[in-house]
């Protein structure tokens, strides 16, 4: 097992790789609730029954699409039929939309009550349920209401793998390949594995390693006022990408996101263009053919309500650069949606 602690105002968050997740919230003393999805309810239901017997649960209907204020305000008064109290734990068990919306929850909850998560998809436990980032999508955006929660513990168990489909590994990919343009020996042995990507060893063995990168981030950056922005690499379009096509999972279009930023980068920063070209195959070989049904100029139209802009019809990016290095650069709307339309009709 490997340990990580992050340390900072909001808190301290122990993550744990590598342990039995359920043996390990089954120790935690004090009153529990637990809050999953349906599809891990249906999977893990019994499991979670065995180890925490009389354990209320409420289960939200699994999908992206029910990452919203109903989703929270069911939770919340669940939690409140519960009889949850300031010394209790909620115990977020499912990906990453459980762990938003749970850890959400927690923080608004009597003015935030203790989070333990338990990540059960690959993207969950690589990125989403280490940092604190909570949130909702509202009003069409993503992740527009939410708050920095760090959860106490995480949990990282890697016989959840074992059950996902290609699609979910290929989402989780999204972010490894994200953090291996932040990390030279990351991509390294990516690319020397290309033929294990979807292979459940090699994804466990690699998910301490993804963690260890995020988690030197946060630790430094936990409320995003500098560094922590490197890990938005892809992001922007991804997110973009997202809204206007929602065919594919956020991994993909993360994966997506980075071969588009790529290509704005061999033209906008100083760059190693050869580099860019690796990673973008690297990319495109974990997602296995690009949307082909996204708008580009929607998308770009979606990119002006991002929350990373900060500045009024500017798109921000972080965009790859040279091995482990990225840069931020902002795009007039304009610029940006022509960029788009461009690489689209490029990769074709």
């Given at each position: 097992?490997?340990?990580?602690?992050?340390?900072?105002?909001?808190?301290?968050?122990r993550?744990?790789?590598?342990?039995?997740?359920?043996?390990?919230?089954?120790?935690?003393?004090?009153r529990?609730?637990?809050?999953?999805?349906?599809?891990?309810?249906?999977?893990y239901?019994?499991?979670?029954?065995?180890?925490?017997?009389?354990?209320?649960?409420?289960?939200?209907?699994?999908?992206?699409e029910?990452?919203?204020?109903?989703t929270?305000?069911?939770?919340?008064?669940?939690?409140?039929?519960?009889?949850?109290?300031r010394?209790?734990?909620l115990?977020?068990?499912?990906?990453g939309?459980?762990?938003?919306?749970?850890?959400?929850?927690?923080?608004?909850?009597?003015r935030?009550?203790?989070?333990?998560?338990?990540?059960?998809?690959?993207?969950?436990?690589?990125?989403?349920?280490?940092?604190g980032?909570t949130?909702?999508d509202?009003?069409?955006?993503?992740?527009?209401?939410?708050v920095f929660?760090?959860p106490?513990?995480?949990?990282?168990?890697?016989?959840f793998?074992?059950?996902?489909?290609?699609?979910?590994?290929?989402?989780?990919?999204?972010?490894?390949?994200?953090?291996?343009?932040?990390?030279?020996?990351l991509?390294?042995?990516?690319?020397?594995?290309?033929?294990?990507?979807?292979?459940?060893?090699?994804?466990?063995?690699?998910v301490?390693?993804?963690?260890?990168?995020?988690?030197?981030?946060?630790?430094?950056?936990?409320?995003?006022?500098?560094?922590?922005?490197?890990?938005?690499?892809?992001?922007?379009?991804?997110?973009?990408?997202?809204?206007?096509?929602?065919?594919?999972?956020?991994?993909?279009?993360?994966?997506?996101?980075?071969?588009?930023?790529a290509?704005?980068?061999?033209?906008?920063?100083?760059?190693?263009?050869?580099?860019?070209?690796?990673?973008?195959?690297?990319?495109?070989?974990?997602l296995?053919?690009?949307?082909?049904?996204?708008?580009?100029?929607?998308?770009a139209?979606?990119?002006k309500?991002?929350?990373?802009?900060?500045k009024?019809a500017k798109?921000?990016?972080?965009?790859?650069?040279?091995?482990?290095?990225?840069?931020?650069?902002?795009?007039?709307?304009?610029?940006?949606?022509g960029?788009?339309?461009r690489?689209?009709?490029?990769?074709?």
């Amino acid at each position: 097992m490997k340990e990580f602690v992050i340390s900072c105002a909001g808190g301290e968050s122990r993550i744990l790789c590598g342990c039995n997740a359920l043996s390990e919230i089954a120790k935690r003393a004090g009153r529990k609730m637990v809050f999953t999805d349906t599809n891990v309810r249906a999977l893990y239901g019994d499991a979670i029954a065995a180890y925490l017997p009389d354990t209320p649960v409420y289960a939200m209907q699994a999908g992206e699409e029910h990452k919203n204020e109903t989703t929270l305000f069911a939770l919340l008064s669940a939690m409140a039929a519960a009889q949850l109290h300031r010394g209790d734990t909620l115990l977020c068990i499912g990906g990453g939309v459980v762990g938003d919306v749970g850890g959400l929850a927690s923080a608004l909850y009597m003015r935030g009550i203790a989070c333990v998560q338990v990540p059960t998809t690959l993207l969950a436990q690589v990125d989403s349920s280490v940092g604190g980032k909570t949130a909702i999508d509202f009003c069409g955006v993503k992740n527009l209401v939410g708050v920095f929660k760090q959860p106490e513990n995480v949990f990282i168990d890697g016989t959840f793998l074992k059950t996902l489909s290609a699609r979910e590994i290929r989402c989780g990919l999204g972010e490894i390949v994200k953090h291996a343009a932040l990390d030279d020996a990351l991509f390294d042995e990516l690319l020397c594995n290309k033929d294990r990507l979807f292979d459940c060893e090699f994804l466990t063995a690699a998910v301490p390693k993804n963690v260890a990168i995020k988690a030197d981030v946060v630790q430094k950056d936990p409320e995003e006022k500098g560094l922590r922005k490197c890990l938005n690499l892809g992001h922007t379009t991804a997110h973009a990408f997202e809204l206007c096509d929602a065919k594919l999972s956020h991994g993909e279009y993360v994966l997506a996101g980075i071969v588009y930023e790529a290509e704005i980068a061999k033209t906008r920063v100083a760059c190693d263009r050869a580099y860019l070209s690796e990673l973008q195959d690297l990319a495109r070989y974990a997602l296995s053919g690009m949307p082909e049904t996204v708008s580009a100029r929607a998308a770009a139209e979606y990119a002006k309500l991002d929350k990373k802009n900060e500045k009024a019809a500017k798109i921000a990016l972080t965009v790859p650069a040279e091995r482990g290095k990225y840069a931020f650069i902002e795009l007039p709307y304009e610029e940006y949606c022509g960029e788009l339309i461009r690489i689209q009709e490029k990769i074709k």
